[in-house]
């Protein structure tokens, strides 16, 4: 069975730019989360898909974006890149239907932004 | 405004003896509450849950208490071994028009000292 899996790992862009994150779902999760963890907090709840629509969002600006696949894996997209965007973005899939324990969480992305 | 607190962000312990870990939260709506566990370069991963009609609940050396009047809970370790160091976070759920959104606390790193 494959877990989460995030790319890239590791990524510097600087003020203004656009940045694109993918995630690839645990095999048969069909819902995925992204969160967004800055230095010393804890991670902050973006948005959800489920079955490639949106289920779901936190308290971030709509320029921060995402898609799900067919596949049910899913990118995160974030335009107009601030200095506040420097964070590790962590992306969970799960079954859905359950709870919030059964999400299973990639490495993380960690976007520096110059 | 956090929700989730977790007032302690270090927290250290010797090997064999218990370890405690406190959270805090505020929205009275919340109705599940778990514990995730994060090592360095790897995403959380799901410890232990609590829903909000239980007190406690137990998973081997892991016990999570809930006080509902006092918002308060707390995960024990027992006895704590050298692998349990690591980041702990506490979240909190509640459910919005059928989406579930998780709400993180800032984490308290546990060393466990040999």
């Known amino acids: 069975e494959t877990g989460v899996t995030q790319s890239p790992t590791h990524l510097i862009k600087t003020r203004g730019q656009q940045v694109t994150l993918r995630c690839s779902s645990q095999s048969g999760h069909n819902t995925v989360s992204w969160y967004q963890q800055a230095l010393g907090q804890g991670p902050q709840f973006i948005f959800q898909?489920?079955?490639?629509?949106?289920?779901g969002r936190g308290n971030f600006p709509p320029r921060f974006s995402g898609l799900q696949f067919p596949n049910y894996s899913s990118e995160l997209n974030v335009n107009a890149l601030e200095l506040d965007d420097s964070a590790l973005y962590l992306c969970?899939?799960?079954?859905?239907?359950?709870?919030?324990?059964?999400?299973?969480f990639g490495p993380g992305t960690r976007l520096l932004v110059l | 405004d956090q929700q989730v607190k977790q007032n302690s962000p270090s927290l250290s312990v010797q090997e064999g003896r218990i370890s405690i870990l406190n959270c805090d939260y505020t929205?009275?709506?919340?109705?599940?509450f778990l514990w995730y566990k994060k090592y360095p370069a790897e995403g959380p991963t799901f410890l232990i849950s609590?829903?909000?009609?239980?007190d406690k609940n137990e998973d081997g050396r892991f016990t999570v208490f809930l006080n509902k009047s006092a918002k308060h809970l707390s995960l024990h370790i027992v006895p704590s071994q050298p692998g349990d160091s690591a980041v702990y976070f506490c979240?909190?759920?509640?459910?919005?028009?059928?989406?579930?959104?998780?709400?993180f606390g800032t984490g308290t790193r546990l060393t466990i000292i040999p």
């Open positions: 609590i829903s909000s009609i239980k």
């Open positions: 898909y489920y079955r490639e629509e949106e289920n």
């Open positions: 979240a909190a759920s509640a459910m919005d028009f059928g989406n579930e959104k998780l709400t």
């Open positions: 969970a899939s799960s079954s859905g239907g359950g709870r919030a324990g059964d999400q299973y």
């Open positions: 929205n009275s709506m919340f109705d599940y």
